[in-house]
C-alpha cells in the first residue's frame, strides 16, 4: 500500500468514534485541553505496543492469526463492556478526581479493536521504518482532535459533566462492545 493511502486509511480509522476517542472526548470535557495532553503519550505508547506486537505476530505467525483474531477480539470487547460499566455508574465526581483514568487510558488503548485492523491489516506488508512513525504522528492527531472536540464543547463549561453525557458515551462504549462481539463470531 503507498504511504499515502496508508495514511489515508489509518487517519480515517483512528478518527472513528471508538473507545479510546470516547475517553478523549471525555477527559477533555471533564478535565480541559491541557490536562488531557497528559493522557495522549500513554494513548501512544499503548497503541504503539499492541500495534508492533500485532504487526510482528502478523508476520512470524500467520498460521496462529484466525484462531487468535476472534480470542483478542472477545478480549477487547469485554473489557469496553466493563468500561461502559464503569462510566455509566458514575453518577457524581470526587473533586479533583479525574472521570477518566490513566490505567482506563491505557488499558482502553491496549485492547482497542482498531489495533487489530492497524497491526494485522494496514501495516503487515508496509516498511515498518516508515509506517509506524506515520501512525505514531497520526494516534497524536486524533487524540489532539477527539481531546479539543471535548474541551471546547459547551458541555465543558457546564457544572460537572452531565450525567446524560457520561451516560450517553457508556451507551456507545457498550453498543461498541457488542458490535465487537458479535464480528468476533462471525
Known amino acids: 500500500m503507498p504511504t499515502h493511502e496508508l495514511a489515508i486509511a489509518t487517519l480515517i480509522l483512528l478518527l472513528t468514534p471508538g473507545p479510546t476517542n470516547t475517553l478523549m472526548l471525555l477527559s477533555g470535557a471533564d478535565r480541559g485541553f491541557r490536562a488531557t495532553l497528559r493522557l ?36 477487547s470487547s469485554l473489557w469496553v463492556l466493563v468500561l461502559a460499566l ?43 521504518y516508515i509506517s509506524i512513525p506515520l501512525f505514531a504522528g497520526l494516534v497524536i492527531i486524533a487524540a489532539l482532535v477527539w481531546t479539543a472536540l471535548g ?10 459533566l452531565p450525567l446524560t453525557l457520561r451516560r450517553g458515551a457508556a451507551c456507545w462504549l457498550a453498543i461498541l462492545s457488542i458490535g465487537i462481539i458479535i464480528k468476533s463470531f462471525s
Open 86 to 128: 464503569r462510566l455509566w455508574r458514575r453518577t457524581y465526581k470526587i473533586k479533583n478526581t479525574p472521570l477518566v483514568t490513566r490505567r482506563e487510558i491505557i488499558t482502553t488503548t491496549l485492547l482497542n479493536p482498531k489495533a487489530l485492523i492497524f497491526g494485522l491489516v494496514l501495516l503487515p506488508g508496509t516498511m515498518p
Open 40 to 75: 495522549i503519550p500513554l494513548a501512544l505508547a499503548a497503541y504503539l505496543f499492541s500495534v508492533v506486537a500485532l504487526f510482528l505476530l502478523a508476520n512470524f505467525a500467520t498460521q496462529f492469526l484466525n484462531t487468535l483474531r476472534p480470542i483478542i477480539a472477545l478480549i
Open 151 to 160: 474541551s471546547y464543547s459547551p458541555l465543558r463549561h457546564s457544572a460537572g
